[in-house]
Nanobody
């Protein structure tokens, strides 16, 4: 059973930076795709960034040029580097993982099997 634990959230002013981490515990092998999602109060959850098992990435239009997704396979850790943060980036951020082709083949699928507990990001103006 894969367990995902996010960290790195916090409160920053607009224009600031944060780096989120997502540690994957209980990994026993296999190819996983992973993603970052976020959900602001009163809004639907939205996909922010994805990375497949080969390292190919996708970013939502709203964060292109500001956010970077990466992973360290040796550490079983996923990252989200966030720069030039805006108040509209304020949300709970979740990491997700799956290995099913039906999920990994749909970049923004919300049907990931494994989810973390979330880490709060608050950006003030």
């Amino acid at each position: 059973q894969l367990q995902l634990v996010e960290s790195g959230g916090g409160s920053v002013q607009a224009g600031g930076s944060l780096r989120l981490s997502c540690a994957a515990w209980g990994y026993t092998g296999g190819s996983y795709c992973m993603a970052w999602f976020r959900q602001a109060p009163g809004k639907e959850r939205e996909g922010v960034a994805t990375i497949d098992s080969g390292g190919s990435t996708s970013l939502a239009d709203s964060v292109k040029g500001r956010f970077t997704i990466s992973k360290d396979n040796a550490k079983n850790t996923l990252y989200l580097e966030m720069n030039s943060l805006k108040p509209e980036d304020t949300a709970m951020y979740y990491c997700a993982a799956d290995r099913r082709p039906s999920v990994c083949g749909d970049r923004w699928s919300s049907g990931y099997n494994y989810w973390g507990q979330g880490t709060q990001v608050t950006v003030s103006s």
